[in-house]
């Protein structure tokens, strides 16, 4: 790239030495050398260190970002249809899923995922504290112990928290309710706890194949065959834990019978679906596109394997 900056070949012990040789009071009688010995050494820092005791340096004493992160529009409005707004900030106890199988802890936090709701949402959606509330978005729903606290704000429902599944009455997560756009200000998945299957389709017929084989000249072989055309076609998927799911029809599979599947699957699978297949057409369909805009088929994902690539799909091995 033609980049001949010196500082750019620096090896990690120039960078290191370069930025412990600060004059700064926090690096004081920090070296390299110390530093390689003892493996971590505290930051020389005022004792007791509280830097924002007397509030911040700017001259009403307030702390603030500099510069201030934009504000940006919300993608979707609350409605009749979808009155609140859900968060999930850490609860008290079960901050995140590493702590999701500890007893002491579970137990503190209630034994199972809860939901804050503001009196006057309560009131209006008939909510009873204590009780399980179904929970709906655009995308799935969910049941969720129902907590009526003023602590949670009005329009907003707030989910104490990350839980595993397996411990909610209907072994669902939070993230069954998100969509699969990405996040606003980092650009990450808001995409989680997927039930990925592999799916593709497979013919079979009792008609008869002609060979060739060696034989005594003038003794042709003959083999009896009942030479009937019936044919089974069948479209079938794999999860990823091994689950399978199929239809099998007296006729090839045409699109129809691809839409009729994929229902299938959405009824027998709760939360996302990652459906992976190949590129046939039969998959491209428009009444396929047309299911997916459906709000039972929004909840599947299409992705497409590499064209020419049957090893890629597992469906497949079951199939051989």
Not at 87 to 107: D, E, F, R, Y
Request: contains cysteine; hydrophobic residues 40%.
């Amino acid at each position: 790239m033609g980049l001949t900056d010196e500082v750019l070949f620096w090896d990690a012990e120039r960078v290191a030495r370069e930025l412990l040789s600060s004059n700064h009071p926090h690096l004081s009688g920090i070296t390299f050398e110390r530093l390689k010995e003892e493996r971590s050494i505290k930051l020389s820092l005022l004792q007791p260190y509280r830097p924002y005791a007397d509030g911040g340096h700017f001259a009403d004493k307030k702390i603030r970002f500099s510069p201030a992160p934009a504000q940006l529009t919300f993608d979707e409005m609350p409605s009749e249809r979808f009155p609140l707004r859900l968060i999930s900030p850490p609860g008290s106890h079960v901050l995140n899923t590493s702590m999701g199988n500890i007893p002491a802890l579970l137990k503190a936090a209630g034994g199972e995922p809860q939901i804050v709701v503001h009196p006057a949402d309560a009131a209006r959606s008939g909510l009873r504290h204590g009780g399980r509330s179904r929970v709906v978005s655009a995308h799935s729903e969910i049941i969720r112990k129902t907590l009526i606290s003023p602590d949670a704000r009005e329009g907003v429902a707030v989910a104490l928290g990350q839980w595993w599944p397996k411990l909610a009455p209907d072994k669902k997560s939070l993230n069954d309710l998100t969509g699969e756009c990405l996040t606003d200000l980092g650009g990450g998945s808001t995409f989680g706890n997927a039930t990925v299957v592999f799916v593709d389709e497979v013919g079979s017929s009792l008609k008869g194949v002609v060979g060739t084989t060696w034989a005594p000249a003038g003794q042709t072989p003959e083999v009896s065959h009942c030479c009937k055309w019936d044919k089974l076609s069948t479209i079938g998927g794999i999860s990823h834990d091994g689950r399978v799911f199929s239809h099998s029809y007296a006729h090839s599979i045409c699109k129809e019978q691809v839409v009729a599947f994929l229902e299938q699957l959405a009824k027998q699978l709760s939360g996302k679906l990652l459906v992976i297949w190949d590129g046939a057409s039969i998959h491209r369909a428009h009444v396929v596109e047309e299911y997916l805009q459906s709000q039972e088929g929004s909840r599947i994902t299409l992705l497409n394997l590499p064209p020419y690539a049957p090893e890629c799909n597992p469906i497949d091995w079951l199939w051989a």
